[in-house]
């Protein structure tokens, strides 16, 4: 792919977005003071890794005592980042693993290892409800996943699914910080959810559940989620239930944010002033089905001379079950290829959608990105673009114009990035 002033403008826009949450640089200022005990860092998540290395890099107790902090990270599949005194694992995302159970089992047993004096410094990110997979008594692994994938594939969105899998979890819903009482718990988390609600970034673990049973209940049916039996009799009897907010067990809770979706949007308006353009912003929050929400961005890009559209948030992909196998592609790339097909090449517009994961889907791609010639080229190439929209073939799509955005792993996630540049 040539490198065209447009294209650098928009990945200068998304550098600038994912650096805004970069565990690095936004951790120390949010870390506790240690406590009389020892401290527990747990950590899971796209960016639990380099959390936990921002965590070791500046974490001023026991200076002395190299006993004195110790933990366990679980994090997607090529995220890891060594760390000297807290273990990293790997483990399944977006469907969870056998590593991931392993994990989970581990957290709930250091944590009700730990006592009175001592810290649980809890660390989440987008992806933790996956990687960290504990079923609750009488439901399977392969149950738990058979559910998960389920949702995935049902167009729900993020707080729709988490409400389900906190009430089918022995670590979700509170009960992490359940089982580390009466140790204080402290959560530092990177938000990837729309309204930044610290129950449903990674399903709460360390949070009070305002969800019920029969609230999951009602969603599963609503989405056509087929589930265990075990878990439609235990979700109709309430004897699932997860963790409240008023529960006493986390009286001695704390949850901070330090990092969200509307820093990233910050951010990349500020870059977007720098290269001469005005931002407008629709929001850090959208959601919906992709290619609805790219026809509304042509919309809006077509009456927006010289600027920047920024949004973020996290849109969705259904697939047709009665339809063919799908072909490749993330949520980022089916946005961008609906976006090229209701632009029709208008001229003088751009476009960028990337995960600030640095994953679209379960690709190895971030994103892409689009220009007036996209539709052109692909139709020199023999590609239908339609075809390739109806069969969910973005990335393949994409790959073949040379229009794919490789970052690699970002180990941060702030949810998923989208720039439209349009020229005078």
Not at 216 to 240: F, H, K, V
Not at 324 to 339: F, H, K, V
Request: glycine residues 8%; contains cysteine.
């Amino acid at each position: 792919m040539t490198i065209q002033p447009e294209t650098d403008i928009l990945r200068r826009l998304f550098d600038a977005a994912v650096r805004a949450a970069d565990p690095a640089t936004v951790m120390a200022p949010h870390l506790p003071d240690p406590p009389l005990g020892r401290t527990l860092v747990l950590a899971a998540g796209k960016a639990a890794a380099s959390m936990a290395h921002a965590v070791e890099q500046h974490w001023q107790g026991h200076q002395n005592d190299q006993s004195g902090l110790s933990g366990l990270a679980v994090t997607r599949y090529g995220h890891g980042i060594d760390c000297a005194r807290i273990e990293v694992i790997e483990a399944g995302h977006p469907l969870p693993d056998a590593a991931g159970h392993a994990a989970a089992k581990r957290f709930l047993e250091e944590a009700t290892s730990l006592t009175r004096d001592d810290l649980l410094l809890c660390l989440m990110s987008g992806g933790a409800s996956a990687l960290l997979v504990e079923p609750v008594d009488d439901l399977s692994l392969d149950e738990k996943r058979a559910v998960n994938c389920a949702l995935l594939h049902s167009g729900a969105p993020i707080d729709e699914m988490n409400s389900v899998r906190k009430h089918l979890s022995a670590i979700k819903g509170g009960r992490l910080a359940a089982a580390a009482h009466p140790a204080r718990v402290v959560t530092l988390a990177i938000s990837d959810v729309r309204g930044d609600d610290p129950a449903v970034i990674g399903s709460g673990p360390t949070v009070g559940d305002p969800t019920s049973c029969a609230d999951a209940l009602a969603i599963a049916t609503a989405r056509g989620i087929s589930l265990p039996a075990a878990a439609t009799t235990a979700l109709s009897s309430g004897a699932w239930e997860s963790i409240k907010p008023d529960d006493p067990v986390l009286a001695g809770s704390e949850f901070r944010i330090i990092a969200r979706p509307a820093d990233a949007q910050a951010a990349a308006a500020d870059a977007a002033r720098n290269a001469g353009f005005v931002p407008t912003l629709l929001g850090d929050d959208l959601e919906g089905e992709a290619r609805d929400v790219a026809a509304d961005h042509a919309r809006v890009a077509r009456i927006a001379p010289r600027s920047i559209i920024l949004s973020g948030g996290e849109t969705t992909v259904t697939l047709d079950a009665a339809a063919a196998a799908p072909g490749r592609g993330g949520r980022n790339s089916e946005y961008l290829l609906a976006l090229a097909i209701a632009l029709d090449g208008a001229p003088g517009i751009h476009a960028l959608a990337c995960d600030t994961d640095g994953i679209d889907g379960t690709e190895d791609a971030a994103g892409a990105v689009i220009g007036p010639d996209t539709l052109t080229r692909a139709a020199a190439l023999g590609m239908d673009a339609e075809a390739m929209l109806c069969g969910h073939d973005s990335y393949t799509f994409f790959d073949r114009l040379g229009d794919l955005i490789i970052t690699r792993p970002t180990r941060t996630n702030v949810n998923d990035f989208r720039a439209i540049l349009v020229r005078d």
